[in-house]
Structure formats: C-alpha cells, structure tokens
C-alpha cells in the first residue's frame, strides 16, 4: 500500500495579505482555501501551498520548494511576462534530465518549476 500521496510545502510569508495578493496576482493561484492574519492556503492547478507569518526575513530568505510542472516552457514565459523570475535561474536544461527555472516571492521564498526532459 502506498501511503505517502502529495507533499504540500509551507512557506514563511512577512505579511499573509500581501503574500496572497502577490501569489493571486503574479503567479495566478486562482483558489484561497484559508486566510487570516497568520495563515494563508492557496492553490493553482493541482498545487497547493500553505504560508505561514513570521517576522523574520532569514526564514523566506532560506527557504525553497519545488514543483514539477507540464509544459515548462509556456509557465516560463507566464513568469517572465510577470517579472518574477529568479535573476539566477532562468529557464534552461539540466544534468539531471529536468528542464527548470527559479522564481522568488516578494519574502525571498524561491520556487523551482521543473518538467521531466
């Protein structure tokens, strides 16, 4: 039996408002599961990220997820046209056989998309 199903990643946020603004407006999650002012759950396509409010910046600034994508390519020009990715990680072709690039959140949190080559 497999018991392990989906991994969802926790982030740390600065301010939970603008962390769901930026993610509605940016990155185009289109659903808000919960809000207050310490919790946040929002979700596009298949994906779910969870953020929660700390006061410190070293925790965004030191954290990452990555997600595994289709059509890498088309999400990659939907970044850019929205200028958040990452100025060290534009799209391109990795050793390990995943087609990648990195964005950042206004809080430093940095999210790799990646497609299987």
Same mark, same amino acid.
């Given at each position: ?60 600034? *030191?954290?990452?997820?990555? =997600? #595994? ?9 939907? %970044?850019?046209?929205? $200028? ?8 391109? *072709?990795?050793?390990?056989? =995943? #087609? ?9 949190? %940095?999210?790799?998309? $990646?497609?299987?080559?």
């Amino acid at each position: 039996m497999e018991h392990l199903q989906i991994a969802v990643p926790v982030l740390a946020s600065l301010n939970i408002d603008k962390t769901v603004h930026f993610y509605q407006e940016k990155l185009r999650f289109d659903r808000l599961g919960w809000k207050d002012e310490n919790y946040a759950v929002l979700g596009r396509d298949k994906i779910e990220i969870h953020f929660w409010k700390c006061t410190d910046k070293i925790h965004p600034e *030191n954290t990452s997820c990555y =997600i #595994r994508v289709k059509n890498v390519d088309a999400l990659y020009e939907e %970044m850019k046209q929205a $200028g958040v990715v990452h100025p060290n990680g534009p799209l391109k *072709n990795q050793p390990w056989n =995943i #087609r990648e690039f990195a964005i950042l959140d206004e809080d430093g949190n %940095m999210i790799k998309f $990646g497609e299987n080559l």
